[in-house]
């Protein structure tokens, strides 16, 4: 319990009707939360606004609330807080209510449209290795120390963010890796969060059915970097055109690493193998157990990060050896058939166009690349028939399939999908609505020594269908299939 204008330090305000000396139990930004003594933060969201259940917050118990626009009639004995933005003062207040916990430890955020995951998890994994107690805020899972929560969102609520925080902070937690998302940066949930730094890994097309151009989502990516505070570094990867512009209003220590241009930190490929990587990184050689160049990029940003940390670079090659691949990420298993099926979370035309690119590079042609994909509904629909185009274009055969349909008729995005196969590709692609059935479809037509490329889905162990969560796991469900029809 704290009193309410120690929670608002800092916070931008507007104007205060009533006290601000009362006591708070907690906050609440979802009004059916809210019990006796707790504070009712109003966010006008994409699909409701707070302000709606203002009055419901008060029955419930809202001692005070936070607000954009006062009410007409204020209720006696709360206190209204006025501010500009709701979503930010949430944000400053969560930080103070759980004491500023990301000042007490050294957290790096990673942005980008591809790679964030892999890399926050494996520098969790390096520095777990390493010898230090480290947590991680990811898409797949949250990790105070070794202590595993289920993730809901890339980049959670800023209260939630700030209680894990909290947790590490209490269990001596050194260091935490972060999944910073464009919706997490644009919604205010990183503010009031200090940053040690930040990662830029690339930008693609992505989420522009909520960002309403790829200018606007480069500029809230940007948002993060022009708010690093002096001293942290900023570490951006400049073969993407937009690294540099990432830097330009920053105040962090600007760093760049690159596998094309000149950079800080270069890297070259050696070699490219199913059973790993040689890189040549700033003139030292390492042997890594993951695949493709998209993660030569990775690695190398986990490289630069950690040497930027404070780790010996030596130690860091040394740890970087003994990384395991991340759930979901270019996950792969060989059949007793010799198919090879892989598991991956490309869930964008870049990202997929990475991983058929990396498959390219590491198949004989002696064998029929065979491609199962889909695209989530209620999401930036553009991308749909750029994905099925490279799909087609660059396998032997591309199967379009149900993703996450969510609200939408799985037919409907199938149907998107297909307005991008170029003439010559039609024939060589299938459409299957039920995501298990077309996984078996290209069980059945992969002869040995062929390769099954599961892409969109990824370490995710839900299929959601009209709001609804089904037990669905890509990987548990080739390798059954796999299995099934060995014998």
Not at 381 to 393: F, H
């Amino acid at each position: 319990m704290m009193v309410l204008r120690d929670i608002l330090y800092k916070t931008s305000i507007e104007a205060v009707k009533g006290p601000t000396d009362i006591a708070i139990s907690k906050m609440e930004f979802d009004s059916r939360l809210i019990k006796g003594g707790d504070a009712f933060i109003a966010i006008r969201g994409t699909q409701s606004d707070g302000h709606d259940y203002i009055e419901k917050a008060i029955s419930l118990g809202a001692v005070a609330v936070v607000c954009e626009t006062l009410p007409e009639t204020l209720a006696e004995n709360v206190t209204y807080i006025q501010v500009k933005s709701a979503a930010a003062a949430l944000a400053t207040m969560a930080a103070n209510y759980y004491g500023n916990p990301s000042r007490s430890l050294k957290l790096v955020g990673i942005t980008g449209t591809n790679g964030k995951t892999t890399i926050a998890t494996l520098l969790y994994q390096l520095f777990k290795n390493a010898g230090y107690k480290t947590g991680l805020l990811s898409t797949v899972k949250v990790l105070v120390a070794e202590k595993e929560y289920p993730a809901t969102h890339t980049t959670p609520d800023s209260i939630t963010i700030n209680r894990y925080l909290r947790e590490m902070v209490d269990a001596g937690v050194d260091y935490c890796f972060m999944e910073v998302s464009s919706h997490g940066i644009h919604q205010h949930r990183t503010t009031g969060l200090e940053f040690a730094g930040g990662i830029f890994t690339n930008l693609s097309h992505d989420h522009l059915d909520y960002h309403n151009s790829f200018a606007e989502y480069r500029d809230v990516k940007k948002k993060f970097f022009d708010e690093l505070p002096k001293g942290s570094f900023a570490l951006v990867n400049v073969d993407d055109k937009n690294g540099l512009v990432m830097l330009q209003n920053t105040m962090a220590k600007k760093f760049t690493y690159a596998l094309k241009t000149y950079a800080d930190y270069k890297a070259h490929v050696l070699e490219n193998q199913l059973s790993g990587l040689l890189l040549k990184i700033n003139e030292q050689e390492v042997w890594v157990k993951l695949i493709g160049t998209f993660n030569a990029y990775n690695l190398l940003a986990i490289y630069a990060a950690a040497v930027n940390l404070g780790l010996e670079s030596v130690e860091v090659l040394r740890l970087m050896s003994e990384l395991e691949s991340v759930s979901g990420r270019f996950q792969f298993i060989i059949s007793e058939t010799n198919i090879t099926a892989i598991v991956d979370y490309a869930h964008t035309p870049d990202a997929l166009e990475n991983v058929l690119k990396t498959i390219e590079d590491i198949r004989t042609r002696n064998e029929q690349l065979i491609t199962v994909v889909g695209c989530g509904g209620d999401r930036d629909t553009t991308k749909r028939p750029i994905m099925a185009n490279i799909a087609s274009s660059m396998s032997d055969r591309a199967i379009f399939t149900s993703d996450n349909p969510r609200s939408e008729d799985p037919v409907d995005i199938i149907e998107d999908m297909e307005k991008g196969v170029e003439p010559q590709n039609y024939k060589k692609t299938v459409a299957m609505v039920d995501r298990k059935q077309a996984i078996k479809l290209a069980c059945q037509l992969a002869m040995p020594n062929d390769i099954i490329l599961i892409a969109g889905k990824g370490h995710e162990t839900y299929q959601e269908i009209r709001g609804v969560k089904y037990d669905f796991d890509d990987m548990q469900t080739v390798k059954e299939i796999l299995g099934q029809l060995n014998k």
